[in-house]
């Protein structure tokens, strides 16, 4: 991702970042600036290690950084890309934040997390223990619990002197959980992922159509499409619209309010009323 990219005339993002702290502090741009930018550059130099940040610098991702998004955000206001990529990196974020501080919270959890890992490690081999991770996947044991103590042991391993070869094992292990936790994730929320990155409302409209119609069995389907019924996209349009307006005291969610890009929230709107009013 480009962190280059010419805005307001060719200012460089890192002059607007700048800019926008100057005006928002007074013209002192302190070390909380760099820090806020620093996080922010690491979580953009490899976005799918977003869950791995989190659990190495969870201390770093504070009210504060999440109001220097926004302003960043704002001053994007003629980049809708640029937002909804900001506005996307924050969900994601505090998507990982919560689970992380949920989990952490949760000793008996936790340490039931902790069994099951060990009985991971003590397989005669590394094909062995992906095999019970696939088993704890299967039977639906494999939870963020058990994914933050996988992540957080191939973090003390990566940053540790230990062999190569036990770091490539606690990796390997990473990857095999992170691949089964992505798989659980409903086909639902990827659709509405797509639908919702859809500009055109006219496009949106026929992708829609598109996913409530599957066609005869006998036809040759889009092995790429997904294929859902109303109720059950209206479910998750619900679950996305519930989280952006819940205001839950204690968390970070206000901080994501702010992010939300409202012509991203507005575009749910209209799709939950065009799924209620026209498919249900």
């Known amino acids: ?30 070390d909380d600036m760099e820090r806020h930018n620093a996080l922010l550059a690491e979580l953009e130099k490899d976005s799918s290690l977003l869950d791995v940040v989190v659990v190495e610098r969870r201390k770093d991702f504070t009210a504060g950084f999440f109001d220097h998004l926004r302003l960043l955000c704002e001053a ?6 640029r937002r909804e990529e900001l506005a996307e990196l924050v969900a994601k974020c505090l998507a990982f934040v919560t689970q992380y ?11 039931a997390a902790q069994l099951k890992f060990d009985k991971i490690l003590s397989a005669p081999s590394l094909d ?10 299967t039977e639906k044991e494999l939870d963020s619990v058990v994914m933050l103590v996988i992540t957080k042991a ?15 094992i606690m990796y390997h292990l990473y990857m095999a959980a992170r691949g089964n936790i992505e798989k659980l994730v409903p086909k639902e929320v990827h659709l509405l992922r ?5 500009e055109d409302p006219h496009k949106r409209f026929a992708e829609v159509t598109k ?4 066609g005869d069995e006998l036809e040759r389907k889009d ?22 307006y819940a205001n839950r005291a204690g968390t970070l969610i206000k901080e994501a309010q702010k992010l939300a890009d409202p012509q991203v929230i507005g575009r749910l709107e209209i799709l939950k009323k065009v799924v209620e009013d026209e498919f249900l």
């Not at 797509?194 to 859809?198: A, H, K, P, V």
């Open 1 to 30: 991702m480009q962190s280059s990219r010419t805005i307001r005339g060719g200012s460089s993002e890192e002059d607007l970042s700048a800019e926008v702290c100057e005006e928002a502090q007074g013209g002192q741009v302190d």
């Open 211 to 214: 996913a409530f119609s599957p």
């Open 101 to 111: 501080d949920d989990a952490v919270k949760n000793e008996s959890a936790l340490a």
């Open 76 to 81: 994007h206001h003629n980049n809708l890309m």
């Open 223 to 244: 092995p790429d499409a997904t294929y859902t019924k109303p109720d059950k996209l209206l479910k998750w349009i619900k679950v996305v619209l519930d989280a952006y």
């Open 194 to 198: 797509y639908l919702l990155s859809i």
């Open 154 to 168: 191939w973090i003390s391993a990566k940053n540790s002197t230990t062999k190569k070869e036990i770091k490539s």
């Open 128 to 137: 062995a223990a992906c095999e019970k991770i696939d088993q704890l996947a």
